[in-house]
């Protein structure tokens, strides 16, 4: 009998060691946090501007409404328990997607204080995505206005999301890869996509512009969203989105373009490194279709599919090597991560590069070395 | 001593029935035909259903006799052409003392016949609708069948539906359910012992199975378990089972049950023993393994194809319809993380403004079910309609559109309800189950749905069914059983018995496995 009681506590014991939490904590008690952007108050405060999902609002029109909420702290969990005087229930951040971040912030400093509480909280999911805000403060991101979607945070989200497969303007990382990123390998630039707020039919919406690139955890400056496509190409990201180019022009006033849909892209970085010289290559392996003929050309003619793709490699390596200086030159970091290739290649010479990688970034010559498959016309009789 | 039984005969008819039958029937019979009709008239005092007629033979007076017999049990035409008429118009040369066999050799036309001088078998017989047949002069009487009582006829069960297959069903009679196996199984190793169960109702139980299959032990621990049984009254199957199974508090079966023939056939062909009572149109099958609560007879009647996958549902059912309501309240009170945000704020936004938590309202809601089940049962068939509206409309649309009941809650509850009642045989341990898991949940969350979980586990693997565990042949793995298992093989390849049932495994002749092409 003492042995039944002895076992049966054992197995209660045991069962206690299974994960989970067993706190009680109704859907009815809390609000679901879809999104958060982070200003900067004054030297002590955070400004936090919370949007939650509006679960009160009534109707089945009600499928995704949002509210605001405002707070202020001297840290980032400060201004999210602070958050509570205003409200009935309590923040939930296990569905949160977004944190905004203010560029004041990002410039002066650094990203990876204002993160911490994020990856430190137990709730909050670790695959949210970081932006960094292009307008004055983070708040105005949060406070546009969505086109397909009432809650921005999930408007961004989804947009960062299918991004690549599309557009290819913008990279989006999870956060903890981020902060891996920061504090794990140090030598190559964190890259983050970057949001500004543009108008559309009178309203103030939120659209994804490029990418803002940092060293270490600050801000240096961004690319472009066609910059940022080029990037993609030399980071092996791209998934597919168009690449547009001029093509003989007829008359100097209208100038035609060419379109061409990517369906495929691989990239093979290598170097060489000779009488302390580094050299880097990129190969690029492109497919593509043509997508949209804006001239007077007949495509069914091989020699003409040749002086496309002639036209479109010489654009295409100009505007990479373009970006590729941009950022060595004007950011002086390492956005495409060389250094991890090195590192694999070659440990022994990265031990010894590694003390001036920023000098060796910034003097690097980098050769494009691209190849381009046209499959096929989309043209039909 | 003929003297003295008379005397108490006398005296009977004045003190309480108990102690007129305690004495009378351990007497024996006398010879004179109308001290024998007295006693019996004793016996049955205050019976009114109980008939006597005395005949006298036409060519020889001295001849008398008189038949007893049940009111409404048996079966007039018979008793007037085959014994009144034989017994009166008789030209047989007979004599007063020395008849008796030739009566029942040269005169009377019944079936089956049978000496006796016993009172208790003639008050078991007389109320089983036979006919007794007093002789004057004779010490013994004959019981004669006439029994001509209404059945139920055969139909088919209302509590095993099935698609295709057999479609006859057991009825209350003993003797023509074992017709309708012995039908079945035309062989002498079918073996049916009769015994009788009741101190006041002598119920007819029967033990069958097939000699060259069955396993003696669990024959003779079968045995042993029914000489143990000493109740004054047998009326329907479930008395015998929960007298004689195994571990005794547990919700789950430990003995099959069925009311199809072509089910008992299909288990005593696998070697297990079929118990049958008299009263009942249940049968009960043992040993019982636990998979049993899923296969149905159709299973077999089917493509292997269709059956394996039913009863892959059955089973899911079964696990979905323990753990969905405390599955629900671990998402939505415990671990929201794991839900998409979508599907958590449409769940969010249907539960604000409910009063109840989660937990108590999925309580609750089991509870109403339960009695909408319940109240289906028992009621009258005629309002049938009246519960459908108050469950479908009052219950389901106007308490989630009166902010009671949460609206998933109701789909929880709806989707709990209809996988339990896919497997009916479990219908006594689901609920608990059911109800267990969700306290638990409630109060600990995951590890509350582990912890019952566990437990019940433990249980499972503890249920014997006569000394052969029920999980067989879940826990210890052989490839010829688990066919019969989570799925169902196809014929040809259901080569063996169940190993632990039987020690004849072969089933199917290896020049029948259809291994040729």
Redo the contacts between chains.
Sequence with gaps: MIKRVVSILL??AL??L???????????T?S?V?GVAIDRKDDQNYQLTVEV?D??ASGKE?A?KSQIVESEGKTIFEAVRNAKKRLTKKL?F??I?LVVISEQIAREEGIQDVLDWFMRNE?A?ETLSTVISQEKTAKEILTASGVDHKIIS?EIEKILDADNRTTASTKNIDTFKALNILKGQKETALVLPAVHCTDNQGKKVVEVNGIAVFKADKLQGYLSPEETHYYLFAVDEIKGGILTFPFEAKNQKNQDNLSLEISNNKTKKSYSYEENRLKVFLDIKTTAALGEVGTDIDVSKKDNIEKIKAAATEVFVQRLEAVIKKTQTEFGCDVFGFNTMIHKKNPVLWSELKENWNFYIQTMEVEVRPELVIKNTGLMK | MLKKSSEKNKEAGTSSDDSISAVNIKDSLSTSLEKNIKTLNAIFIDDDTIATRFITNCHNNTLQYCLVQNDGMVNAAIINENIIKPLMQSEVLLNKGQQIDILIHQVILINQVKKTKEWQEIIESVTYGDTILFIDGEKEVLILNSKGFNLRGIAEPPSEKIISGPREGFCEALMINLSMVRRRLRTNELKIKFKSFGVRTHTQVCVCYIDSIVNINILDELYRRLDTIDIDGVLDANYITELIRDSKLSPFRAIGYTERPDVVVGKLLEGRIALFVDGSPVVLTLPYLFIENFQSNEDYYMSFYYSSFERVLRILSFILSITVPSFFIIV??????I?P?TL??N???E????PL???LEAVIMLIVFDILKETGIRMPSGIGQALSIVGALVIGQAAVEAKLVAAPMVIIIAVTAITGLLIPKMNAAIPYIRLGLLGLS???????L??GL??LM?HLLNLYSFGIRQLTPIDTLRYQEVKDTFIRGPWWKMLNRPAILTKNKTRLSSSDRGDCD
């Design positions: 197995i209660l069962c206690t299974l994960s989970g939490c067993w706190n009680y904590r109704g859907l009815n809390m679901i879809a999902f679960l009160a009600s995704g939930y296990g569905d997607q709730k999911r999930e | 939505v009170a415990f671990h929201h993380e839900l945000t958590l704020t769940i969010a936004k539960r604000l403004g409910v938590p989660a937990g409630s109060a600990l969350g995951v590890v509350g582990l912890l566990s437990g433990i």
